[in-house]
């Protein structure tokens, strides 16, 4: 246990640079696009709902959180892949440590979990301030709608004032939750959505696990595969989440039990007596 | 600091934890937290005294209930899974009474015609006030001059569907309109098949078959009918006529009439209108009356008869409506009924007839009350209801709930040009008898705004009074 809490610690120490890399592009990202698009008098009726999750136009915060999470995904594959494919030897005294090489691809997986969730937690708390930031720039946007109205068409302005639209939306910000994949998956309200979030931290994080653990090249497709699953796995019925969750409990169980009776790189160097 | 370096991982992992929990707290407390405000529009709220209103609205995530009584609305929400459709509050005291169209009524068949379905022919020319019944014999009719024979036939109410083992059951018949007696052509004597029809009269061929819809009610064990339309129009003879049957049973009386045409009972004409501009869409049992809607040229009439065939009273609708033609598959209409008590026990009979034809919707509605004449309280203009959830009287005020649709101006980033943009929102309006307008207001709720129409969709789950006696609402689908 100690053992793997050190190796976790140790795994840690990088990977929460590089996922707090990745939350502040994040925010970045999202917070910029809206404080760039929400005072547009395109963008007028819009409720806060409609900036997190509208399929029908190119961008929102939905996709450009999944593009965030594939590129923190893809930074964490990368340091994984540069720091220890690169130098087999690193990993390879990682192995001889003393302790159960069975700890190393639990740690793996803890450490990746971890940085997803707290990633997870950071949108949360970015859509959060996103809807204050959205709050407050609409009435701007209003305003310019109303601007080019009175150029444009004067009679449509006239009715309109008079007409007074609010674009308000109560309770906007917990129906942006519910009703976009984003908040589903980052804050599920139900017991089917929750499995399909840990099945999503769970491929993220074997992904990267297995980069750590073997000897080929990036498993880039697989890192992908699991960037998509966190979508495509959106509204999927509990007993199939649950299935995922099995199959990646098992692949866990499989890279623990094949570290810990299969030393690595047995055929390179010369296996010291282990502990 | 080296406990916070030795213990780092305990506590992002409850850095985490109590991030979620909080989140998590959030999430499941926000729906308690919606509202449902009643705007008023026009009039005095205090009208709406009188009316206790029970309601839910449904979209794809949540149910909220909402309570408005004696001027004040409450609401309480739940969140629901995406594969269920209804609340979880049990709606043991809701009656929303919409009768399944494939079950022919209860009782009235077995009641008058000793468990079998009645089956009528009509036949244009035989003697006055007869009526052909036969319940498993041959059925013959004409077709391009020749006589056909064919096998059972029964008679189809609106909106019902056959219920039969039996293949090649049709629709009853008819004969030829130019000729005053019928004739066998032994030549066409081989029995025509048809498919077993189902409901959907549209279904059928026609250059293959003939058919006669017949509406039917039954009031107080008193049968009234009325031919609606057959496969060719020239079948139904100058007039359309409403008829009361008299008498049932078997006989041979009417003369001209082949041996083997079963002839029995007989009917008397209430109301005879001109068939090339009339016709009977609506003919139901209401509170032991007959309600009849005839639609003549571009007007809705509206008749009530008693049990023993005496009009009670009529009305003519004020606005014009769509021609409905019988060909076209693009036309709907559809009759709402709302019934309920008032506090000293009167009837209350609310029917709302909608059109809607090419995008044109025409709405009347009117009340019936047990021995009173129809009384007309709101002819709504086209497009102004899509919907009416519920109509009821208490002490001579009419409370209607329905779904009515405000504009709101849209800019349109790709072609750069303003439109409109519809919200639709729950309407409550209460009128007198005189018409008059006493109340207008609209229930905004939280949940269920949606600005651009299309993406969440909302729908009364039921509404209704609250307390004794309960208001009930039928469906029915117009005969074409």
Redesign the interface.
């Known amino acids: 246990m100690k053992h793997y809490?050190k190796l976790?610690?140790f795994l840690?120490r990088y990977l929460l640079r590089i996922t707090a890399a990745g939350m502040l592009v994040l925010a970045a990202a999202q917070l910029g696009w809206l404080f760039h698009t929400a005072p547009q008098?395109?963008y007028?009726?819009?409720?806060y709902q409609?900036f997190v999750s509208s399929p029908s136009r190119s961008l929102d915060l939905n996709r450009l959180f999944f593009y965030g999470l594939l590129l923190l995904l893809c930074a964490l594959d990368l340091w994984i892949f540069q720091a220890f494919k690169g130098k087999r030897k690193a990993f390879y005294t990682l192995c001889m440590l003393p302790g159960p090489r069975g700890a190393l691809p639990l740690a793996g997986c803890s450490a990746v979990a971890?940085c997803i969730?707290?990633f997870f937690?950071w949108e949360?708390a970015m859509l959060f301030a996103g809807y204050h930031l959205w709050a407050h720039l609409a009435p701007q946007a209003m305003d310019a709608?109303l601007a080019?109205?009175q150029t444009t068409?004067p009679e449509?302005y006239a009715?309109?004032l008079a007409?007074s639209?609010s674009?308000f939306?109560?309770?906007d910000?917990?129906?942006s939750?519910?009703?976009s994949e984003t908040g589903r998956l980052i804050?599920p309200?139900?017991t089917?959505g929750g499995c399909v979030t840990l099945v999503c931290i769970g491929a993220c994080a074997i992904s990267c696990t297995l980069e750590f653990l073997t000897e080929d090249g990036p498993w880039f497709g697989l890192l992908l595969l699991s960037g998509f699953a966190c979508r495509l796995l959106d509204?999927a019925s509990l007993p199939f989440a649950i299935l995922l969750l099995v199959i990646e409990g098992g692949v866990l169980i499989w890279m623990t039990w094949h570290m810990q009776s299969n030393p690595p790189l047995a055929s390179r160097t010369k296996r010291r007596n282990p502990q | 600091m080296k406990y916070i370096r030795r213990f780092?991982?305990l506590l992002?992992?409850a850095a985490?934890l109590l991030?979620?929990a909080a989140?998590?707290q959030w999430?499941?407390s926000?729906?308690a937290?919606?509202?449902a405000e009643l705007q008023d529009i026009q009039g005095d709220r205090a009208a709406l005294d009188g009316f206790p209103l029970e309601l839910t609205l449904e979209d794809?995530?949540h149910a909220q209930r909402i309570s408005i009584s004696d001027g004040a609305v409450s609401s309480h929400t739940k969140?629901k899974?995406?594969n269920t459709s209804t609340s979880d509050e049990s709606s043991d005291t809701f009656l929303y009474s919409n009768p399944p169209l494939a079950v022919p009524a209860s009782g009235a068949h077995t009641k008058l015609t000793d468990g079998f379905l009645p089956s009528i022919t009509w036949n244009v020319t035989p003697p006055e006030g007869h009526i052909l019944s036969t319940d498993a014999a041959d059925l013959y009719f004409n077709l391009d001059g020749a006589l056909h024979r064919t096998g059972v036939h029964l008679c189809l109410p609106s909106g019902l569907s056959l219920r039969s083992d039996q293949m090649n059951i049709h629709i009853g018949y008819y004969s030829e309109a130019s000729e005053s007696t019928l004739y066998l052509d032994k030549s066409a004597s081989d029995p025509v098949i048809y498919d077993t029809v189902v409901g959907d009269i549209t279904e059928y061929d026609s250059a293959m078959s003939i058919w006669l819809d017949i509406l039917y009610a039954a009031v107080d064990d008193t049968l009234f009918f009325a031919p609606v339309s057959a496969s060719n129009r020239s079948l139904l003879s100058g007039e359309i006529s409403i008829y009361r049957v008299t008498s049932f049973g078997e006989g041979n009386g009417s003369t001209g009439a082949p041996d083997h045409i079963h002839t029995a009972g007989s009917a008397e004409k209430l109301l005879s209108f001109d068939v090339r501009d009339s016709t009977v869409r609506i003919l139901c049992d209401i509170n032991d009356t007959l309600f009849a809607v005839v639609q003549t040229g571009d007007r809705l009439k509206f008749y009530q008869f008693d049990a023993e065939g005496k009009l009670l009273g009529s009305y003519t609708g004020r606005q014009a409506i769509q021609p409905l033609n019988g060909d076209d598959d693009s036309d709907t209409a559809q009759i709402q009924l709302f019934e309920n008590q008032d506090a000293d026990g009167a009837q209350y009979a609310t029917c709302m007839f909608q059109q809607y034809n090419d995008a044109v919707l025409t709405s009347s509605l009117i009340t019936l009350q047990t021995n009173r004449a129809l009384h007309p309280v709101y002819d709504a203009p086209g497009g102004d209801r899509d919907r009416l959830y519920l109509a009821a009287w208490r002490d001579g005020r009419l409370l209607t709930v329905g779904l009515s649709i405000r504009d709101?101006?849209?800019?349109n980033?790709q072609q750069s040009n303003?439109s409109y943009?519809s919200i639709d929102y729950p309407c409550l309006e209460v009128r007198n008898t005189d018409d008059r307008l006493l109340y207008r207001g609209a229930l905004w709720t939280?949940?269920a705004?949606d600005?651009?129409g299309q993406?969440?969709f909302r729908a009364f789950q039921d509404c209704y009074l609250n307390g004794d006696p309960l208001t009930r609402r039928k469906d029915y689908a117009c005969l074409f």
């Open positions: 809490a976790t610690g840690l008098a395109d007028a009726y819009l409720c409609e971890i969730l707290i937690l949360c709608l080019s109205m068409d449509a009715s309109a007409a639209p674009p939306v109560n309770n910000l917990y129906l939750f519910i009703r804050l309200t139900t089917a509204r | 780092q991982i992002l992992c985490l991030g979620y989140a998590g999430i499941q926000a729906p937290k919606a509202r794809d995530v969140y899974s995406p709101m101006f849209y800019l980033p303003f943009i939280d949940l705004d600005y651009h993406t969440n």
